[in-house]
């Protein structure tokens, strides 16, 4: 849940997608990083969480996380999707592992969180969506 919460930082919006997601850990005896993936129709996986460990983190094991879901789920769904908000912190993340802007949720944050969420000093407040072709 602590790796979770870093992605994610309301504890009953990860309650939700926990229990109908798959969930994946990097790390022997303690986690490095963590991926929960659902799916949302049989064509479309959803990245729902993915978090390493600040320690880590730079290190190339997010975009090696990304890579273990698309061979994983290659030919069983068409697209992999990821929501996220408008922030410089995971949007060219995603980018350079090969997502492009599909499109948003306006006031996702500001509808569905409990709390105002920051990131770089600015309030998040459309969930952006990215997706990735099973190519
Ligand atoms: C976002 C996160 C999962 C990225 O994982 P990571 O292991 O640090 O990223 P990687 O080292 O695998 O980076 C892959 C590529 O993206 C680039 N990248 C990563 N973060 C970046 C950033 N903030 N800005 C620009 N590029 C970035 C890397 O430089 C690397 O590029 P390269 O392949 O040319 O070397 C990680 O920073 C994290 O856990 N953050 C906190 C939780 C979070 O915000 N999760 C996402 C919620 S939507």
């Given at each position: 849940m602590e790796l979770l919460l870093?992605?994610?930082e309301q504890?009953?919006?990860i309650e939700q997608y926990l229990d109908r997601g798959r969930m994946f850990v990097l790390g022997r005896e303690k986690a490095r990083a963590v991926c929960v993936v659902t799916e949302e129709d049989l064509c479309t996986l959803e990245i729902k969480n993915i978090a390493v460990c600040p320690e880590y983190q730079k290190q190339g094991l997010g975009k090696r996380m990304i890579d273990f879901v698309v061979?994983?789920?290659r030919?069983?769904?068409e697209e992999l999707l990821v929501g996220t908000g408008e922030s410089p912190l995971t949007v060219p993340f995603?980018?350079?592992?090969?997502?492009r802007i599909?499109?948003?949720i306006p006031n996702f944050f500001t509808d569905y969180y409990d709390h105002p969420i920051y990131e770089c000093s600015?309030?998040?407040v459309d969930m952006v969506y990215l997706k990735r072709l099973f190519l």
């Open positions: 870093l992605a994610d504890e009953s919006m061979e994983t789920f030919g069983q769904y995603y980018e350079k592992c090969g997502f599909s499109h948003r600015e309030q998040l």
